[in-house]
């Protein structure tokens, strides 16, 4: 086996144990119960949330840095841009579910937590990783324009770049 197979295996295996250890969180015995809890709703155990957004990132992290790596700097730019409106369409998604659903249900009272509700319900959304994709899409975005200052620094980079693109 050469070392190139040897490097990647061992990617894979530090990933997956990364990944483990992040789903692992939510079993941490920890007396924070539910800490997000109020007038807007309760939620799940904290640390439970907190281990599925950092899996959620421990997946597209990594996705995202080796399709940069083999794309070129505009459609680093483009992948990065569709995650971030995939994001903020996702976002917009829960504030209209919530809208049509929560608010001609809340009394008075708790349509005072209208905006507690909306960060409540965006935070807690853990099957679309909404939050991730922007932040994975800004991510990705940055790396372009830092390619893009790096290639009109070092003329070799413009080269490289040109050639992926």
Not at 102 to 116: D, G, M, N, V
Not at 133 to 151: D, K, N, P, V
Request: proline share 4%.
């Amino acid at each position: 086996m050469s070392l190139s197979g040897l490097k990647i295996i061992a990617g894979i295996v530090v990933w997956g144990l990364v990944f483990l250890a992040t789903l692992s969180i939510g079993q941490v015995k920890a007396d924070w119960g539910h800490s997000i809890c109020g007038p807007w709703g309760c939620g799940p155990p904290l640390l439970a949330l907190v281990a599925c957004h950092l899996s959620w990132l421990v997946v597209l992290l990594p996705l995202a840095a080796l399709i940069q790596n083999r794309i070129g700097e505009r459609s680093t730019r483009l992948l990065g841009s569709l995650l971030i409106s995939f994001g903020l369409i996702g976002v917009v998604g829960i504030i209209a579910y919530e809208f049509f659903t929560w608010w001609p249900s809340a009394t008075e009272f708790h349509r005072r937590y209208l905006w507690q509700r909306l960060g409540f319900s965006i935070v807690t959304q853990i099957d679309l990783p909404v939050i991730e994709s922007i932040f994975t899409g800004c991510f990705l975005y940055f790396q372009a324009a830092s390619q893009r200052i790096r290639s009109r620094t070092r003329p070799e980079v413009a080269m490289k770049s040109a050639v992926t693109a």
